[in-house]
């Protein structure tokens, strides 16, 4: 099986709950094609670099999951078929890239207490 990460922005004029429920739906069809879902993330509403579809903000989704060569397109057929789906990016994740990744990920959690703490 093969690592894969998958970044891609969900239109604006969406509500938080349905982008949730748009991120569900990718997960569950990753886990139906035989893949397994290995990390989730929202990186939120953010500004675009230039306009896409004459729209200026998207909500930005990254998911890591591994899997075969097959599930990769059949999740890019189910992300073209989806009007929600602004653009998307699938990367096959090598060794480098996935240390890079586990660094990111346990920077983030050891980001998450001290802003936290300073909240409190």
Do not use: C
Not at 54 to 68: I, P, V
Not at 84 to 111: C, G, P, Q, Y
């Amino acid at each position: 099986m093969n690592n894969y990460e998958t970044v891609f922005i969900l239109t604006p004029v969406l509500s938080e709950e349905q982008a949730k429920e748009a991120v569900k739906k990718f997960e569950s069809e990753i886990k139906s094609e035989g893949g397994k879902l290995t990390h989730s993330e929202s990186w939120g509403l953010k500004k675009l670099a230039y306009p896409i579809q004459k729209k200026t903000t998207g909500f930005y989704f990254l998911l890591e999951y591994q899997g075969e060569g097959d599930l990769v397109s059949n999740l890019e057929v189910t992300f073209k078929r989806d009007e929600r789906i602004m653009r998307f990016l699938t990367v096959k994740m090598d060794k480098h890239h996935k240390a890079w990744a586990e660094k990111r990920k346990s920077r983030m959690k050891n980001a998450k207490p001290a802003a936290e703490a300073e909240a409190k």
